[in-house]
């Protein structure tokens, strides 16, 4: 067991954490050699030893004594010139950045095959949650049929206040941001892309099967409005920003982040606030539902530590699923059944429905409830896109609790 | 990746899950070759091929192709017999069998040392969710502080039953028997004994420390009256059996099996049925809860599987906390709140309480509700089992939600 030395990379909200609580962890034979940062200057109210900051990638990448890169810069380019020229040379990394490995996971995939190394990523997808690693090693098989859940903080605690505290969507959003859990920028969050880049973690480690951000339909929150709030909470449903995949026959699976009118049975409806939600659903063990905190400082800086800590012991993700004889393929021909406000833009005849069940006009918005493809949703996305527009997931092919 | 060949020991509920389950399993590359039974003559209603059965131990023990053995038979020295000889050999084992294991585990972990192989059992505890494999790999840190959970789904369906369907304990329980959910003699659940040997070996896993059954605190819910629930719904708790081991200092912990008066703000709390719920709470990450079913032919079989899967990959439990520095001690010096209510038996002179804060007496029973150290209670252990004492703990050194 060879003492772990780490060159870190990012000094921001989880960097910090993870300088604090590799500092607290006495069995972690592990010790921050080097961070690297992009203004060395920067007052940071820390008390670090003198030399260990730097701004230059390379006084880390040379470091012979460094046999374990920890990468949580906010850039998604640069993080991926930094992991994948460590992964080239041959060093391991641990990385908490899914914008950068939801886009480029073949590619890391194969140079740690090439390189002989490993690049373990837990803290990406749901914080101190151990989806990645569950998925990998202990649902290790193919009884899988379902990951579903809320995965993204920021949108679920603005809902939250919504739903539970009865605020209006703009004020749930002005809370969120004063109380640290949205940006002052949160497109990011609320147009379900975090959501997105998780999942697509998640899948490849649930199925085996990397799927491309752009073929997967991704909506968000941004477009509620008052009147799908109020018929929300007149059916008793919460509305929650849920991403999810599924299998739909032996050879098959399908996956979007999607709005979702989540109702009082589901273990889902009571992940509140800036808590994440996962259920695992499978043949045999029905449903294993999953919950902690997805987001935060020290949340994800400890499970950056159960990261280093799996190097310790020489753990690597073996991607085994992709290596199955019968993979599932990704497919889009699913039906769904959707509730469909509009405005102006006139989603009843703009929309290749197989069935509308339900049509409402009124003053304050009109809607539809009905059947369509996802396929076809993907096909007419910029649609989606209008700021009249809001779809939500009415889940109707799952039963019971889920 | 040498495919699994597996000689299995017991053709109960469990047994017959993992036949079914590993016959679906298409990427297990695991295949039984041997089932060992008591008795190879009795009809079991299953189309096995000719040859399968036997009931001879060494017909596996002694079978060259068999490179893994899975134990789940229900007789825990038979079952300790057949899992040490194995290890002697050299045979890697998965078992099942929670009380053989607990009472056993220091032998069996030295078994392992000695002849370099592995014994897997997270089917032991909690069923399909996969507590031991995330202590041990992934909250492999000091930052755990407390594991606590409803790890008995028998005694969870009555208590549900009396709770959540306004039943009487009696019927409660002839329910649950007819539902499948609690043996005819259901001693072994309702006494928590169950619950004492998976938190044992929870323990191991979460600390590095094994604690013998007999040291440990272990009351059951055999003796709740009609007023012990009256008084739980007045006071809106539900009582639940609870199990827990928590840090009380840096370097001490304590662990006992109680009934609970569990809040509503708890995760606990909306944990019914036949479902276990673990939560896992950690300096840095706060709580994680994990949810799902902790009994059952497939819910445990498909657990099994995951450890038969994992040994195709060569996993064995390092057992990495027991060699940390600083391993906290057992300590039963800690002071507990307790709702006791008691009959003849004269619980207020006969405990050594610190302070009594309430005391009530009435013709249908009397109780105290008082500060008393785990260690008193321990050395009176004899007076909590007379048939008129129920008592029930009162979480206070917890905050919030746990």
Known sequence: ??????????????????????????????????????????????????????????????????????????????????????????????????????????????????????????????????????????????????????????????????????????????????AGFAESDPSFDIDGLDSLYKLIIITVHALGVYVAPERILTLGIGHISDADIRYAREKRVKIKLVAQVVKVADDAFTMFVMPEFVARNKYIYSVDDEYNGVVIRGECYDRQFMFGKGAGSLPTASSILSDVMARLHGYRYEYKKMSYLDRPAYTTDVELTVYARYGATDLPSLLPWRHIGESYRSDDGNYVIGRISLADLIARRGLLDAPDVFLANIPTFFTDRD
Do not use: W
Request: overall charge negative; hydrophobic content about 40%; charged content about 25%.
């Open 1 to 178: 067991m060879k003492p772990i030395k780490i060159g870190l990379f990012g000094l921001g909200t989880v960097g910090r954490g993870i300088y604090s609580i590799i500092g607290r962890a006495k069995n972690a034979h592990a010790e921050i050699l080097r961070i690297a940062v992009r203004d060395i200057n920067r007052p940071r109210g820390l008390d670090l030893p003198a030399g260990l900051l730097t701004d230059r990638a390379d006084d880390i990448l040379d470091d012979p004594r460094i046999n374990l890169i920890v990468e949580v810069i906010d850039d998604p380019d640069a993080s991926f010139a930094i992991v994948s020229e460590a992964l080239r040379r041959g060093i391991p990394v641990v990385s908490g950045n899914k914008t950068m490995i939801a886009r480029h996971l073949p590619q890391l995939i194969e140079l740690q095959r090439a390189h002989g190394t490993a690049l373990l990523y837990d803290a990406s997808s749901c914080g101190s949650i151990p989806v990645i690693r569950n998925l990998e090693e202990y649902y290790d098989n193919d009884l899988l049929l379902e990951v579903k859940g809320i995965l993204n903080g920021s949108t679920n605690y603005i809902l939250s206040r919504v739903f539970d505290h009865d605020e209006d969507y703009d004020s749930a959003l002005r809370h969120a941001q004063e």
